[in-house]
């Protein structure tokens, strides 16, 4: 798939009183974890990382759930949106200011327990949250 076309990123989970918060940010009123084209030559889990340290400030990421992933159905121009699930042990997370657009890239973020943040996602990505939810909620993997 060429690189254009593929975005990647991180469902990034953190305790709360050992509760599973998800990181979501929000543009022009859309909800979405951090996510972002995948550069030509770098491997998709690669550019997902890249992407969260870029729009979060987040890093030392921690893929204990392993590195398996989901994607989206294709949408807007045939873009795929493929997430993986990691943890951050904290939550310091800040919106760099990008070179590009000269703002940071996102209006906000926030950190929201699975029916919260379910209800705020599109429903492409609801999926993508619900895979992720069952890895870290699972029996096997406690958080």
């Known amino acids: 798939m060429p690189s254009q076309n593929l ?13 599973p918060h998800y990181l979501l940010l929000r543009v022009y009123g859309y909800w979405d974890f951090p996510k972002g084209l995948v550069e030509e030559g770098e ?17 030392g990421l921690d893929f204990r ?4 992933y989901r994607q989206t159905s294709p949408y807007r121009h ?7 699930v990691a943890e951050s042990r904290r939550g310091e997370v ?11 890239e996102h209006d906000e973020f926030r950190w929201f327990p699975y029916p919260e943040a379910r ?4 429903e492409r990505v609801r999926p993508i949250l619900d895979w992720g939810h069952s890895l870290v909620s699972g029996k096997l993997c406690p958080i």
Request: aromatic share 8%; no cysteine; hydrophobic share 45%.
């Open 94 to 104: 800040f919106l760099p200011k990008s070179e590009e657009l000269g703002r940071p």
């Open 78 to 84: 045939g873009k795929v949106a493929r997430y993986y």
């Open 7 to 19: 975005s990647a990123g991180v469902m990034v989970v953190r305790a709360v009183d050992g509760v």
């Open 65 to 68: 759930w392993g590195i398996g």
């Open 43 to 59: 491997e998709p889990l690669a550019g997902a990382v890249r992407e969260v340290a870029e729009e979060t400030g987040l890093t």
């Open 119 to 122: 209800d705020r996602l599109a």
